[in-house]
Each structure stands twice: as C-alpha cells, then as structure tokens.
C-alpha cells in the first residue's frame, strides 16, 4: 500500500460526521474539513513522488527547501491542532510556542530522509483530522486566537488549513500552480489575500479585479484611496498569485505594482 493510500484509509476513519442538525458554524466546519481531506490527498501524492534531490532543493520560497516546505506542512497541522485543542477545553493553547521554536522545528525536521518525512507530514495531517472529528458541535463556536488574523471562531480554522496546504502545494514547484486550484476555493482565497494587505505600510495604492472560471468578476482596493487609482486585472489564479508573492505580476493587465512581503 502507498503512502498516499495508506493516509486515505486513517482519513476516512476520522472523517468529521455530519450531525443531523447542524449549526452555521458546523455547516462551514464539516465542508471546509472535506476540502482539506482533498487538499490532502493531492499533497501526499505529490510529496510522496519526490526523491531526496528534489527535496532537498529548492522551494519557490526564498530560503526554503522541499523538506522546508513539507515540515512546514506538518507542524501547522500540529498547530493548528493547539486551537482546536483551546476550542475544545477552554483553556489557552497558542499555536507556536514562538517565532523562534517554529522556525528551528522547520529547520530540524528539513533535514529528515524522504520516508521520516512522509510519515511526519502523514503523522500530523491525521492528528489534525482525529482533533477535528473529536470536536463538540459547540466548540466549533469557541473564539481562539491566531498569531496574525488575530480573534477568530474555531470553525475558520479548518479553512486555515486548505489554505495552507494549497498554497504551499503550490511552492512545492512539483507541477501544481495556482490555476489547479479547486475553482470554487478562489474567490475566498483572494479575499483573505487582499485583507492581509489592509492597513499595513508601503500597501501600493491600487485597485484589483479579478476574472474567475465561471465568468464572474470582482474587485477590490487595496488601500482607502484606491478607487481612483490605477487598475490591475486578470485571471483569478494570476491575480492570486500576484498578490501571496510567488507571481511577479506580469500575467496581469495593468502595471502591478511591488507589493510588501506575503506574511
């Protein structure tokens, strides 16, 4: 059995059943968590097609390996697995310990061999889907903190993860770009792109518009003053990737603008 297969079976094991009557929160948490299992599912077998070459080189991450990219992977899982741990009892679990024991795990773990790396990455992935189906329909209500977003309820927290994993499925430069991404994932994407650009210093001012699968259009400014500035526009998965700063902008219409660095 493969990696990839292996994962599969543990996942439709702890697969979050739907209650017969289920909250708002609930609704978003179960159908966020089947994305993710599907985001997974993409991931292992990607991960589990690269050798040790390609893991250790580069990532389109400045500064990161592969195996940077894939311990990432795991230690947000496990992370993200400290909130649903604060949603669930009440009692605080931050995400990290801190910047810096987040960073030296990453480097630890970058240095494994291929298999101590899957079975990391497999390892983690389960943990968060085994906290996600021990959850009460209630605590998916609970408040908990994340180091950037700040205040958010606990059932954003799986759509914390399909983000995560797509985007970094995406900087594993292994044949995946943003136009793979599920389409109907795109819209939310780019609005948690462009909020992460509200009220920071050196935000360019300027107003983007984004073309999706479907046809559809949308628009956003960047900063206060952007709706009479210039206009940047293309395909959602460019304009996606313009604004997360693995694309240089250059498939948009329009003249992008250098944007401060993707936290």
């Not at 059943?17 to 968590?33: D, I």
């Not at 985001?39 to 050798?51: M, S």
């Amino acid at each position: 059995m493969s990696f990839a297969d292996a994962a599969q079976v543990r996942s439709d094991r702890t697969s979050v059943p739907a209650p017969r009557e289920q909250s708002a929160a609930v609704q978003h948490a179960v159908a966020w968590l089947a994305e993710v299992e599907r985001a997974t599912r993409t991931l292992y077998e990607v991960v589990g097609a690269i050798d040790l070459a390609a893991l250790r080189g580069p990532s389109l991450l400045p500064g990161w390996s592969r195996a940077h990219v894939v311990t990432h992977l795991a230690r947000n899982a496990d992370a993200l697995v400290n909130l649903l741990t604060w949603a669930k009892t009440g009692v605080e679990h931050q995400m990290y310990p801190s910047a810096a024991d987040r960073d030296a795990d990453i480097a630890e773990g970058a240095g494994r061999l291929p298999q101590l790396l899957r079975a990391d990455l497999d390892a983690a992935c389960q943990r968060f889907a085994t906290a996600a189906a021990e959850l009460p329909p209630t605590a998916w209500e609970a408040e908990v903190v994340h180091p950037r977003s700040g205040a958010l309820p606990a059932y954003r927290v799986p759509w914390l993860r399909l983000r995560e994993v797509w985007f970094h499925l995406v900087d594993l430069d292994r044949g995946i770009g943003f136009e793979d991404l599920p389409a109907e994932l795109l819209e939310g994407f780019l609005e948690d792109a462009v909020a992460q650009y509200t009220g920071r210093p050196g935000v360019p001012s300027v107003r983007v518009e984004a073309v999706f699968p479907d046809g559809r259009q949308r628009s956003w400014a960047l900063t206060a003053d952007s709706e009479t500035s210039p206009t940047v526009n293309g395909a959602a998965a460019d304009v996606l990737g313009w604004l997360t700063g693995r694309q240089s902008g250059a498939r948009l219409n329009g003249t992008a603008p250098t944007l401060p660095k993707w936290l």
